[in-house]
Structures are given as structure tokens and as C-alpha cells.
């Protein structure tokens, strides 16, 4: 399991927003390359960026930026998200070393256009599901489906992809704690990994999240975390080593 520290740009700034609302931003980095390559340092081995502006756009935004990260942490895997909505523009990010596109709007709202980009990009493509109260929000959260999540889940997980990073809004950049249940509900009704977001602020919701999947037959990627490590709740290097101990 792997604690994942995110980069969330927006006006080529590191910050992190609560419940998706692009009113409420706390900026807590102008130099995204930098920032990223503290977590690096700090011992993370793998990255989450999200383009903000591009996640609102219908577009990317930071490409450039992006590109500069993973151009000077060539050793370090990195996934990447927001606007992505075309074949062609999940070719340009691994072009320049994304290593896995995550989809999340277009995915939801054109289930074939997620079946197409798996099958040109096996293992390549995360299937990005934010829901509020269980059910599927699209359009950078503006705009809440009736579609199931857990429904969802459970066919993409036919797909070749490398995984889900499943986030509950309501838990976003609040620091209340990760849902653990619906993570794990979610986890347990597809055949794909899944990354834990939302919520996540201190070692007692990693422990958390850690002892639900013991014995269970979901599997859980890791864990994305963000404002906590951000403000100091919680410790990148503990948080890890906790998710590496032994049950």
C-alpha cells in the first residue's frame, strides 16, 4: 500500500481546495516542480496531479508544468488528472512520462470512450470516481449523476485498467477522515485496485483504512493525501511505514 501525496495546480500554484469548490483555495506552493520533488525526497513513490483549471476547463491547463515534474524525477511514478478527455491527450501525457492518465468526466458521462482508451492504453488508464453521497459527480464536482458508483466500479473493472481512485467529495480537503466503509464497499465489488482519496488526516485514518482491507478481498492501492500533509497532521514518512509494517 502506498501513501500518495498530491499536487493540485491551479494558476500554475500548488493548493488544495475544500469539497472541490474552486472559491475556497488555500495555496501552499508556487513552485510545483519543488514541491513535488520534496515528496519525493521525503520518501514517496508515487505522485497524484491533478490540473485544476483543466478539470474545469474540459481541457488541460498545466501540461507544461506537469512535464517539468516528471522531466526531473524521471525514477518516480506519477498519475495524473484533470481535463483529460481525448485520445490524443492521454497519448501527449505519457509522451512526456505520466504514467497513468486518470479519467474521470468523459469516463463517467461516454463509458465507451473509457473502453477505447484501455484497450489503446492497457494498464495506462485509472478510472477516476468522485462520488457525493454514493453517487457519481462529474464536470470538476459541479454536477452530481445518477449514476451508482459502486455500479460503476464494478463494470470498469472488466477494463484493462490500472485502477480506481475512488474520492468522497463530502470528505475532500475537510480532514474529517477517509470513508472508509464506502471504500471498501467499493473496493469489494470490482476487480481493480483502488486508491483511497478524501479525507485522510492523520495515522489513525491510515491505520484505519489499513485494518478494513485485512482480509478482505478488495484491494486497496494506497491512499491519496493532501492538505494533511500539507498543514503537518500528518507525516508522509510515518504514514508510509505504517502502511509497510506487517498486519
Request: hydrophobic share 45%; glycine share 12%; aromatic share 6%.
Amino acid at each position: 500500500m502506498l501513501l500518495i501525496p498530491a499536487i493540485d495546480l491551479k494558476d500554475g500554484q500548488c493548493v488544495r481546495l475544500k469539497q472541490g469548490r474552486m472559491d475556497d483555495v488555500t495555496v501552499f506552493s508556487d513552485a510545483p516542480v519543488e514541491m513535488a520533488r520534496h515528496w519525493h525526497n521525503s520518501g514517496c513513490r508515487r505522485l497524484h496531479i491533478v490540473d485544476l483549471d483543466g478539470a474545469f476547463a474540459g481541457a488541460p491547463r498545466n501540461k507544461d508544468i506537469i512535464g517539468e515534474i516528471t522531466g526531473s524525477l524521471p525514477g518516480l511514478s506519477i498519475q495524473v488528472g484533470g481535463g483529460i478527455r481525448s485520445l490524443d491527450m492521454i497519448e501527449q501525457y505519457l509522451q512526456v512520462g505520466v504514467d497513468q492518465v486518470i479519467l474521470g468526466t468523459r469516463a463517467v458521462e461516454d463509458p465507451p470512450f473509457l473502453e477505447e482508451a484501455a484497450s489503446n492504453f492497457p494498464g495506462k488508464v485509472i478510472l477516476g470516481l468522485d462520488a457525493r453521497d454514493g453517487q457519481v459527480a462529474t464536470d470538476g464536482w459541479d454536477v452530481t449523476s445518477d449514476t451508482s458508483a459502486v455500479a460503476f466500479a464494478q463494470w470498469a473493472g472488466s477494463l484493462d485498467i490500472a485502477g480506481i481512485v475512488f474520492t468522497d467529495i463530502e470528505r475532500d480537503g475537510m480532514l474529517k477522515g477517509v470513508n472508509v466503509a464506502s471504500t471498501l464497499e467499493l473496493a469489494e465489488a470490482t476487480a481493480v485496485p483502488v486508491i483511497a482519496s478524501g479525507g485522510i488526516s492523520s495515522l489513525e485514518d491510515v491505520a484505519k483504512l489499513k485494518a478494513a482491507f485485512k482480509g478482505s478481498k478488495g484491494q486497496l492501492l494506497g491512499a491519496i493525501t493532501g492538505r494533511a500533509i500539507y498543514e503537518g497532521t500528518l507525516d508522509l514518512q510515518a504514514g508510509q511505514a505504517l502502511f509497510d509494517a506487517p498486519q
